[in-house]
């Protein structure tokens, strides 16, 4: 065949694909999701996707696995504004604002019609929720979701004198207990720090946590106005910067977020805040017995939610879309959501999968898999405005400069806020 | 007269695919981002409007920026002269008869292969506090442990380190491949001459490389304002802004923020800033360079 008659034929069979397709083959979907914890993550999903399929023969669901939260974000917004998103993403919650002002999602409210839909959508933990509705809609579908929690290493609690069974209650505690199991070899240097809190990544969901214990939200549920120099924010602040540099139990300056599971591993924290999401990794890596608890309180017990919700894409058809919600609502029912919690150590999204038979023998054999979804009750909306990236990196930029001593608590957050300040006003 | 049109003819012929490539993927973009930097970015409830320029002055007045050039700078004074220094030194090292040279040249080289991403994985546990590579050799002189990305002070320098250490291999062949192309008979003229070695080097070798400097030099400093994987895997230009590099910028306004027309000025003032440096380059230096 020469090349003129190969590309005549390519071309014509190209053009009898298409129709039928159109005609009647399944619908095709593809579904971007990212991965920020341990395991193998996308193997899982994968087969997730082939029991949909094989369940629902007229819809076929590719999934794609797109980086980080981050880069996952850039892909569907790029591929949106290109015209050819993909009909399922899973973003983090708090992009929630930013997808609806580049009027990339629609809300999942259309396809809500009969009662057993209905039930499905207010069968989600209330604190989900928070993140995945505003103005009346709801634009996402809680998946894997978070929240902080405190994990303890029981044999470093022993040594130091401590109950190994008991987490610190509160704040007080919970620095009398870090004090404790800071300990420094005979020229003074740190083997082990008491506790650890980590600033890189997402210090503003940290941060967040912390004012919250202390009676103080970072901004309104509008998205539109931040509080970050409220006083229960310096409160939660200044706690953080003592904790290492007055007390001397905390590791000095901005600690990596990445590594922090691997210091706990290593022994070079005791205590460490972090996602519940990294539950299976800490079960599968830790060389100690090891305890979770519900973070310190303050005034009040709090942390945020954190994670990723579904959500559904504006530029597509609407088949395509009818079938990502189809996709979308198996992935939270019952039966999935349980196991998809058991398998990384993200929540469940609703009560019933937790009424589920193999999530009470799995919390029968493994307890901590519960301290989580007991926390949420004490819950509250991730830190979500609209330029949520901006905003949160005002925060984060001055968080770190008062940890790492450059600007003192109050400046760093006056400076915080006024930049939040000057971005949001266009959008009161 | 008819066959000079019909050689350039053939000429633009030859030359179009390449063109093709060039405009669609270099010029294009460049010429779209002068464009667009001059526009507001678009929103979706806010189209896109011509301001005029008002994103440049919104880049005199950010102080974000001001502080990613000041590190960009630092980033530069720091990785090119070290790098070409030790470029210089290993190929010197390994142009002579060693035992093992091919394994040392292997081995210099090793890091320009690795890709940047796993580098700086790699790299990120190094600098590790406590445990890591950098701190237990600290810890065996007495030294405390050491912050190195988490403090101001020393993350911008801790990335430097990283990217010296990737370049200097890859300019090291260039000046590998100079070295072997200088007549021997120009060492042996210097030994009879009872040149020392140092001698031989400063008033022989190097004038002799100079183009090869040169070349690596306009690398170095494209380098220096292109690099920007590290950065992303080992600090996000953290902490507070301290290791944040002109690029780098550039896709958090870009790519995070989606302030397009912002990122295009950007992108716009960093390419005026790299032609002055390669017009400066060819145009001054180049008269001083010495062609063998």
Known sequence: MDRRRFLVATAASAALVRPSLAQGGPVKISFFYPIAVGGAVTRLVDNLAKEFNRLN?????????????????????????????????????????????????IPIDGFVKTP??????SSFFPAFMANSQTGGKTWGIPFQRSTIVLYWNKEAFREAGLDPEKAPANWDEHLAFAQKLTKRDASGNVTQWGTQIPSTGFPYWLLQALALQAGDVLANSAGNRTTFNAPGVAAGLQYWLDLGQKHKAHAPGIVEWGTTPKDFFERKTAMMWTTTGNLSNVRANAKFPFGVAML???????????????????????????????FARWLTEPEIAA?????????????????TARMKSYAQEFPPALVARDQLEHATAELSTHENQRVTKALTDNVQAALSGSKTVQAALNDAQTEAERILRPYR | MKKSHSDALIGWGLMAPAMLFLIAFTHWPAIASIIESVYSTPRARRPSSFVGLDN??????????????????????????????????????????????????????????????????????????????????MGLIGRPATNWLGTKDTAL???????????AGFFMIFYL?????????????????????????????????????????????????????????MTRGGPDNATSLLLFYIYQVGFNFWDTAYAAALTVFMLVLLAGAAAIQYGWLERKVHYS
């Open chain 1, 296 to 326: 310190p309180e303050q005034k009040r017990r709090g942390s945020p939610t954190g994670g990723g919700n579904l959500m559904i894409s504006k530029k597509v058809s609407p088949e395509q879309q009818q079938a990502a919600f189809r």
């Open chain 1, 116 to 121: 057993a839909d209905k039930a499905w959508l």
């Open chain 2, 177 to 233: 491949a100079a070295l072997q192309g200088i007549s021997p008979v120009l060492a042996e003229a210097a030994s009879l001459e009872g040149a020392s070695r140092w001698t031989f080097f400063r008033r022989v070798q190097f004038p002799l490389l100079m183009p090869t400097t040169l070349f690596v030099l306009i690398n170095a400093v494209i380098n220096a304002f292109r690099m920007v994987d590290h950065i992303i895997v």
């Open chain 1, 57 to 105: 023969p007229d819809v076929e669901v590719t999934p794609v696995y797109a980086g980080t939260y981050q880069e996952t974000l850039v892909k569907v917004v790029t591929a949106h504004k290109s015209g050819t998103p993909p009909a399922l993403s899973c973003l983090l919650s708090t992009d929630m604002f930013t997808m609806i002002d580049d009027d990339a999602v």
């Open chain 1, 339 to 355: 196991q998809w919690s058991i398998d990384t150590g993200y929540v469940a999204v609703s009560p019933a999968a937790y009424d």
């Open chain 2, 56 to 137: 440049y002055e919104q880049i005199l007045a950010d102080p974000v920026f001001w502080q990613s050039f000041t590190n960009n700078l630092w980033f530069a004074v720091g990785t090119i002269p070290a790098s070409i220094f030790l470029a210089i030194l290993m190929a010197l090292w390994v142009n002579d008869r060693i035992p093992g040279r091919t394994f040392a040249r292997m081995a210099y080289f090793t890091p320009t292969v690795l890709p940047m991403i796993a580098v700086a994985n790699i790299w990120l546990f190094f600098f590790t506090p406590q445990y890591g590579l950098l701190d237990q050799v």
């Open chain 2, 157 to 167: 320098w801790a990335v430097i380190m990283v990217a010296v250490w990737k370049e």
